[in-house]
């Protein structure tokens, strides 16, 4: 593993969207997996200033998000479909049609796992994916104790989780209880992985990650055996490591 250390938030983003740019030049065509919550959020800002400025465009590309609450209708603002739009997808020029995330509002869940699943190995896997860390390790959704060689799949989530996440929602009982997620055999498959972790309250999940042991009670553990992942992460999140 790669660990690109540095200073704080705002630096973070930048080396993230430098990453990131990178990729989408040297091969337009990319497959890139995407991810939501609180830290990518300064990416998508900067990936949005450089298309404003004419650096890059995102038209060949195609992304697929990591994951998406059950239940959320798209235009519900605390879908991570809502969130995309909101973030990213309305300010660049990526075509609608090839930015995929799963579908939480689906009549048949399991379906929509496989046809997702499907969507991904047929655009020939990820080629650089996006994520972040949850406090208990968690990637995409796939909590403590998921199966390491699990595909597209429903979760429920942790209370943890839920309690970590409940800051976007009016209340704690507004919070789904489901999701569905990429597993992690998906994330694995993907050629390249750049995970982004800011802040200090993240630094024992930071250490845990590069330094424990590899088990599925923890399950960004896994990431240490990749042969391409890039940590971007701030002094505080590394303050354990
Ligand atoms: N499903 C998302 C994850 O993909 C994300 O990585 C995690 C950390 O979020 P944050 O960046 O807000 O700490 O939160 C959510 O649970």
Do not use: W
């Amino acid at each position: 593993m790669d660990i690109i250390r540095v200073k704080d938030y705002n630096e973070l983003s930048e080396k993230a969207s430098q990453l990131v740019v990178g990729q989408v030049k040297t091969a337009i065509h990319s497959v890139l997996g995407l991810a939501t919550g609180s830290t990518p959020e300064g990416l998508y800002q900067q990936l949005i200033e450089q298309y404003k400025q004419g650096n890059v465009s995102f038209k060949p590309l195609t992304t697929f998000n990591l994951d998406e609450y059950v239940g959320l209708s798209d235009d519900d603002p605390n879908s991570y479909r809502y969130y995309m739009n909101d973030k990213l997808f309305n300010h660049i020029d990526l075509p609608e049609q090839r930015a995929f995330l799963p579908n939480g509002d689906a009549a048949d869940l399991e379906n929509e796992c496989r046809d997702y699943e499907a969507m991904i190995r047929d655009a020939g896997h990820i080629d650089l994916q996006i994520l972040g860390l949850g406090l208990n390790g968690h990637i995409g959704f796939n909590e403590p104790g998921t199966p390491f060689d699990r595909r597209t799949h429903i979760v429920d989530l942790d209370e943890s989780t839920r309690e970590a996440n409940a800051r976007f929602f009016p209340s704690m009982d507004d919070v789904p209880r489901k999701a569905i997620t990429m597993g992690i055999g998906t994330i694995m498959d993907s050629k390249k992985i750049v995970l982004l972790v800011s802040g200090e309250k993240k630094a024992d999940a930071v250490s845990k990650l590069v330094n424990g042991e590899v088990t599925e009670t923890f399950p960004a553990s896994i990431l240490q055996k990749h042969e391409n992942v890039t940590i971007v992460a701030d002094e505080g999140a590394l303050s354990k490591v």
